[in-house]
């Protein structure tokens, strides 16, 4: 970006600031240290933003509407000079099939999903709801159902993932699930039907809901990767060869259980809600310790948000003000520079870039609150 466009940005930045209530009793982090946090994250990615508008690199415009969605979820105006540049970038990824990803990527629906949330965000006037409305459908198209040749009794049917010639996933799947709702579809459209019946099955949790061979294995309520072609968790199998639950996945899971329409008193939230009591913290991520940390931490707040909660009781009864305890372990992470990077690189958190989008998604669930 030229240094003019750097210097409106900026300048324009200095408004978008929580006020300071100064209560004793107010929920989340203080304003002051909010605010500071959260304007050394947007000028960061101001100046980590390529020419073309993209983020590390053009040929990953999943990393790219990340950021501008971490951007728009944080005050920056649609209009603003970053924002409009990599909104242009984003948008030069729309194919004619309706999807919005790189030519040669195998992550067609994360990419798409990702876009879709970046879109949405920026559509206030509407400019972008016939690229939205065109997206949904095609995220519909690569859902793992009959048309990949699957029963709906296949522990894959329902499932998105890293195209049709791999598993679905969990992952992918909490990606379809936000998109499909964010572009206006219902809990009793087949896609999110289908979803659901994916996501019952990724749980250690043996119902009329989940009869594979995982199922009663675990029994903990939380959730794991896949439980496709022969299953899989990123953090490990038991002993009976049952899939391990972790922070991650069961926060993206229980979050796509409610979009997909659950309610508090289904069994599969009941289920998810007591891992996330038993395990909840912010230090780690519960099951794979410093491997996607940001990630957990965009998901944890996300799904907070969505159970609107402001206090989190924990299974030994303990109140958590969740904002507060996440904003001030992001404070202390954050680098002098503004970033967040996570020194267990896998899943590519160690790109600056990425980590600072998840993790600036994650503060702007964590604005305080007076009572």
Same mark, same amino acid.
């Given at each position: 970006m030229s240094r003019l466009l750097k210097l409106l940005s900026i300048v324009a930045l200095l408004v978008i600031t929580v006020p300071q209530t100064g209560h004793a009793d107010d929920f989340g982090p203080d304003a002051a240290g909010f605010n500071k946090s959260r304007t050394q994250a947007i000028n960061f990615l101001r100046n980590s933003?390529?020419?073309?508008?993209?983020?590390?690199?053009?040929?990953?415009?999943?990393?790219?509407?990340?950021?501008?969605?971490?951007?728009?979820q944080s005050g920056v105006s649609i209009d603003d000079p970053t924002v409009a540049l990599g909104m242009k970038h984003l948008d030069s990824h729309a194919k004619k099939d309706g999807g919005i990803y790189f030519a040669k990527s195998n992550h067609r629906n994360y990419e798409t999903c990702i876009a879709i949330l970046a879109?949405?965000?920026?559509?206030?006037?509407?400019?972008?709801?016939k690229r939205i409305a065109a997206a949904k459908d095609f995220l519909k198209s690569l859902q793992w159902d009959k048309g990949e040749g699957l029963e709906s009794t296949d522990p894959g049917f329902g499932g998105a993932g890293y195209g049709k010639?791999?598993?679905?996933?969990?992952?992918?799947?909490?990606?379809?699930?936000?998109?499909?709702?964010?572009?206006?579809?219902?809990?009793?459209?087949?896609?999110?039907?289908?979803?659901?019946?994916?996501?019952?099955?990724?749980?250690?949790?043996?119902?009329?809901?989940n009869n594979t061979a995982f199922a009663a294995k675990v029994g903990d309520g939380g959730l794991y990767y896949t439980p496709a072609a022969g299953g899989s968790s990123q953090a490990g199998v038991t002993a009976n060869g049952g899939l391990r639950s972790y922070g991650s996945m069961t926060?993206?899971?229980?979050?796509?259980?409610?979009?997909?329409?659950?309610?508090?008193?289904? %069994?599969?939230?009941?289920?998810?809600?007591?891992?996330? $009591?038993? !395990?909840?913290?912010?230090? =780690? @991520?519960?099951?794979?310790?410093?491997?996607?940390?940001?990630?957990?931490?965009?998901?944890?707040?996300?799904?907070?948000?969505?159970?609107?909660?402001?206090?989190?009781?924990?299974?030994?009864?303990? %109140?958590?003000?969740?904002?507060?305890?996440?904003?001030? $372990?992001? !404070?202390?992470?954050?680098? =002098? @520079?503004?970033?967040?990077?996570?020194?267990?690189?896998?899943?590519?958190?160690?790109?600056?870039?990425?980590?600072?989008?998840?993790?600036?998604?994650?503060?702007?669930?964590?604005?305080?609150?007076?009572?």
């Open positions: 933003q390529a020419d073309d508008g993209s983020w590390t690199t053009a040929n990953a415009p999943g990393i790219t509407g990340l950021i501008v969605t971490s951007l728009l879109f949405n965000a920026a559509n206030q006037d509407g400019r972008y709801t010639h791999q598993r679905p996933d969990m992952s992918n799947t909490s990606f379809l699930v936000e998109a499909l709702k964010t572009a206006g579809v219902g809990p009793d459209d087949p896609a999110m039907i289908n979803a659901l019946l994916f996501i019952s099955r990724s749980q250690n949790l043996e119902s009329e809901f926060y993206a899971g229980l979050k796509s259980m409610i979009y997909a329409g659950l309610k508090s008193d289904d %069994k599969r939230v009941k289920a998810a809600m007591g891992w996330m $009591k038993k !395990f909840y913290t912010v230090d =780690e @991520n519960p099951g794979l310790g410093m491997q996607g940390l940001y990630y957990y931490y965009h998901t944890f707040a996300k799904t907070m948000d969505v159970l609107k909660v402001d206090q989190f009781a924990d299974a030994d009864g303990t %109140k958590h003000d969740w904002r507060k305890e996440l904003a001030v $372990k992001l !404070f202390e992470l954050q680098r =002098e @520079n503004g970033s967040w990077v996570n020194k267990a690189d896998r899943w590519y958190e160690g790109d600056p870039n990425l980590s600072t989008a998840y993790a600036l998604m994650a503060l702007s669930y964590c604005k305080p609150l007076s009572r």
